[in-house]
C-alpha cells in the first residue's frame, strides 16, 4: 500500500506542471504493479481497477460511433433533463466561459446531449471527440467526469493523468449525477471540463450544487403535477366508498380517501386498467386518471392471497439495479435506490436473516448506526409488503429468490463504498459471524 493518498487540495496548491508529473508518475506505478509512494484517491483508484479489469487501453480510448443529428434530438426531446436544462445553464455556464472551461450534460447512457461554453475550449472539445452524440461512459473512454459519476453516482473531480487514458491528460473536469427525485433514477451527468491549466478545487463543489438545484426543480415540477392530479381526483373520491386513492405514474399518492396517506406504491412496470396486486394494499383495482391513476382497494379479498412468491434481484447493469416480483396476481419491476440495491443483496445472500446490528456493519463498518438501518428496512418493506420479514431481517421464507450478477466481480453496485459489498467486488469471503437474535 502507499504511504499516503493524493487529494483535490494538495493538487490545487502545487503547480500544474508540477502536479500533471507527480500524477503521471502515480499512474505510471499503478499500472506497472508497483508501490507508488503516494497512491491515487480513492474514487480514481476504484475506477482505475475497473478499467484494469474490463480491459480498457490506457493509451487510446475505444470511442464508439457518434449519433446521428436525428437520434440527438430524439434523445434531447425525451430526456427529463431538457426540463432543467435552463436551471443547468444558469449556474455553470457563465462560470465555465469565464474559467476556459465547456459545460456538457450526458444522459444515463453516457452520450453528451448538450455543449456550451468558451468557443476557444470548444473546438479543443472537437479535436478530442467531446461532441454531442460522442459516447463518453467509463467503459468506452476510462476514467472521466462524464461516465464515472454514471457510474458512482457521486459527483467526481478527474485532473490530468487521474484520467486512464493518456490522451485526456491535458484536461480537467468536474461532473456530478442527476438523481431523478421522483423515483431515484439516474438520469445523466452535467460535467464542466477545461484544459489542464484552469483546475479550480471549487469547481467540484460549484457543479454539485447546481446538479442539486437541478434536482431541486424537478422536485417542484413534480409537486406541481401532484396538486393537478389532486384536483381531478378529489371528485371523484368524494363519490367512492371504502378506501381509495390517486396517484402519478410513479405511484406518488396526490389524494386518499378512507384510510392514511400511505408511501410510494409500487405500480407495474406497465400499468393496466383492471384489477391487481399492490403492496402493501393487496388486491386492487386500476382505473387511468389524466396524469396517473384511481387505485380502488379491493377490501374484501384477503391481503397475502396474491402475495408474490418470487424475486428476481437483478445487479447485472450497473447503472439500473432493480428488482422483479411475480405471481398469481401478474409480476412487475421497479428500480432500486442504491441503498435498497445494497440491502437487498445483502439479504439475498444472507438468507437467514441479519439484525440491524450486523447490517450496519456491513454497510458502514459500524454495528451502532442502527437507527439508520431501521429507517431503511422500513421504507423497504413498505415497498415489498409481504416479501421482506423482520426479527431478523431477511426475505421471506416461503419467497423463491434469484440474484442476477454483473459478469465481472468489479461491476457489482459499483456506486457502493459499504465493506460486504467491497470485499465482495474483491472475492473475498465474508467473515463469520453468529446468527442473527
Not at 464515472?148 to 461532473?175: I, K, Y
Not at 467540484?204 to 424537478?218: M, P, Q, R, S, Y
Not at 397475502?304 to 409480476?331: K, Y
Request: hydrophobic residues 40%; proline residues 8%; glycine residues 8%.
Amino acid at each position: 500500500m502507499p504511504h499516503e493518498t493524493l487529494d483535490l487540495a494538495r493538487l490545487a496548491v502545487m503547480d500544474a506542471t508540477e502536479a500533471a508529473r507527480l500524477l503521471r508518475e502515480v499512474r505510471l506505478a499503478t499500472l506497472s504493479g508497483l508501490r507508488p509512494e503516494v497512491g491515487p484517491r480513492a474514487e480514481i483508484d476504484e475506477s482505475w481497477r475497473r478499467m484494469l479489469s474490463s480491459g480498457v487501453d490506457p493509451d487510446r480510448d475505444r470511442r464508439s460511433g457518434i449519433l446521428g443529428l436525428d437520434e440527438i434530438e430524439r434523445r434531447r426531446r425525451s430526456s427529463p433533463l431538457l426540463e432543467v436544462l435552463p436551471v443547468l445553464r444558469a449556474g455553470l455556464l457563465s462560470v465555465a466561459e469565464a474559467a476556459r472551461h465547456i459545460m456538457v450534460v450526458a444522459d444515463a447512457d453516457g452520450r453528451l446531449l448538450w455543449r456550451e461554453g468558451s468557443t476557444a475550449v470548444l473546438r479543443k472539445g472537437d479535436a478530442h471527440g467531446f461532441v454531442p452524440g460522442a459516447d463518453w461512459a467509463e467503459s468506452q473512454v476510462g476514467t472521466n467526469g462524464v461516465g464515472t459519476p454514471l457510474v458512482t453516482r457521486r459527483p467526481v473531480q478527474v485532473h490530468s493523468a487521474e484520467h486512464f487514458v493518456a490522451s485526456h491528460h491535458t484536461w480537467t473536469c468536474a461532473g456530478a449525477p442527476v438523481i431523478d427525485p421522483r423515483d431515484g433514477r439516474l438520469l445523466g451527468a452535467v460535467d464542466v471540463s477545461g484544459p489542464l491549466t484552469s483546475m479550480h478545487p471549487a469547481m467540484l463543489a460549484l457543479v454539485t450544487a447546481v446538479a442539486g438545484l437541478a434536482e431541486a426543480e424537478l422536485r417542484t415540477r413534480h409537486h406541481a403535477a401532484l396538486e393537478r392530479l389532486r384536483s381531478v381526483a378529489a371528485p371523484l373520491l368524494g363519490r367512492v366508498g371504502g378506501r381509495a386513492l390517486a396517484v402519478d405514474d410513479r405511484g406518488w399518492p396526490a389524494a386518499v380517501t378512507g384510510m392514511a396517506p400511505p408511501d410510494r406504491l409500487t405500480l407495474p412496470r406497465q400499468p393496466r386498467a383492471g384489477r391487481t396486486w399492490l403492496p402493501p394494499l393487496g388486491m386492487c383495482t386500476l382505473e387511468p386518471l389524466p396524469g396517473g391513476w384511481l387505485v380502488r382497494v379491493d377490501d374484501g379479498a384477503e391481503a397475502g392471497a396474491a402475495a408474490p412468491g418470487r424475486l428476481v434481484l437483478d445487479l447485472s447493469r450497473r447503472h439500473r439495479p432493480s428488482v422483479r416480483l411475480s405471481g398469481a396476481a401478474g409480476d412487475w419491476t421497479y428500480e432500486l435506490s442504491p441503498r435498497h440495491a445494497e440491502l437487498l443483496y445483502l439479504l439475498a445472500r444472507d438468507r437467514a436473516g441479519l439484525s440491524a446490528a450486523q447490517l450496519a456493519e456491513d454497510l458502514f463498518a459500524d454495528p451502532t448506526r442502527t437507527v439508520t438501518v431501521r429507517a431503511e428496512m422500513s421504507r423497504l418493506r413498505r415497498r415489498l409488503a409481504q416479501v421482506l420479514a423482520h426479527r431478523p431481517y431477511r426475505i421471506a421464507d416461503e419467497v423463491d429468490v434469484e440474484v442476477v450478477l454483473p459478469e465481472r466481480p468489479c461491476d457489482l453496485l459499483p456506486h457502493s463504498t459499504a465493506p460486504a459489498v467491497r470485499r465482495a467486488r474483491t472475492g473475498a469471503e465474508p467473515a463469520a459471524r453468529e446468527p442473527a437474535p
